[in-house]
């Protein structure tokens, strides 16, 4: 059975870091692209990154970049994304998901698995 679970979501002040993972179990992590998405209360969910099986290709929406980074072990199945300088408007819930490709449009259409997501709240 094809699982992700998300952990690392917390409360932040502005400013502050945290460190999300994605860990996979019931298919091989390397035969997956995974992307980050986030949902905030009353709006879409949205693409926040993506890295490809290799992890040669990564893809940030405009509002992350130079902030978070995605990274993967495919030894440990387990995908990260690195969040720097967090902003209030960061705060939402957090999900990963697996897809065949990471192409530049993070779309949540394109995502076939996803895991139950993990709250972060940046607030002082």
């Known amino acids: 059975q094809l699982q992700l679970v998300e952990s690392g979501g917390g409360l932040v002040q502005p400013g502050g870091s945290l460190r999300l993972s994605c860990a996979v179990s019931?298919?091989?992590?390397?035969?997956?692209?995974i992307g980050w998405f986030r949902q905030a209360p009353g709006k879409e969910r949205e693409g926040v990154s993506c890295?490809?099986?290799?992890?040669?290709?990564?893809n940030y929406t405009d509002s992350v970049k130079g902030r978070f980074t995605i990274s993967r072990d495919n030894a440990k199945s387990t995908v990260y994304l690195q969040m720097n300088s967090l902003k209030p408007e960061d705060t939402a819930v957090y999900y990963c998901?697996?897809?065949?490709?990471?192409?530049?449009?993070?779309?949540?259409?394109?995502?076939?698995?996803w895991g139950q997501g993990t709250q972060v709240t940046v607030s002082s």
């Open positions: 998901a697996a897809a065949p490709i990471c192409t530049e449009l993070i779309a949540t259409m394109n995502y076939q698995y």
């Open positions: 019931g298919f091989t992590l390397d035969y997956y692209a």
């Open positions: 890295i490809s099986r290799s992890g040669s290709i990564i």
